[in-house]
């Protein structure tokens, strides 16, 4: 995702407006560097994206993109789990974007 396209940082929640500018410097300095939003759970250290996008001919159907990587076992308390944005430092048309991959690129982490 790249800030002038992603829908979750179009419409942020509250607890992203102190990282949304450093997304947002990043990205216009650099055309290789792209974001995704994550979901990090703090108990196992397992993550999943969390991404939002549009499908394609309907406008108002807005889904949550999980790709490849799949919920943990752990127990659903919300103190476990933590939402953050990812810098990937490969430019968004080269990004296979799994959690694979993802995982091997070079990053920064801003929870």
């Known amino acids: 995702m790249r800030h002038e396209t992603c829908l979750s940082c179009l419409h942020p929640d509250p607890g992203f407006l102190n990282v949304l500018p450093a997304v947002l410097i990043a990205e216009a300095v650099s055309p290789h560097l792209h974001h995704h939003h994550r979901i990090h759970c703090v108990n196992c250290g397992?993550?999943?994206?969390?991404?939002?996008?549009q499908r394609p001919g309907l406008e108002r159907v807005l889904e949550v993109e999980l790709r490849d990587t799949?919920?943990?076992?752990?127990?659903?308390?919300?103190?476990?789990?933590r939402r953050g944005i990812v810098m990937v430092m490969v430019?968004?048309?080269?990004?296979?974007?799994?959690?694979?991959?993802?995982?091997?690129?070079?990053?920064?982490?801003?929870?």
């Open 46 to 53: 397992a993550w999943w994206f969390d991404d939002v996008w």
């Open 70 to 81: 799949r919920w943990c076992d752990c127990p659903e308390e919300a103190e476990f789990y």
């Open 91 to 111: 430019p968004e048309d080269e990004c296979l974007c799994n959690a694979a991959v993802v995982a091997a690129l070079p990053l920064v982490d801003l929870n």
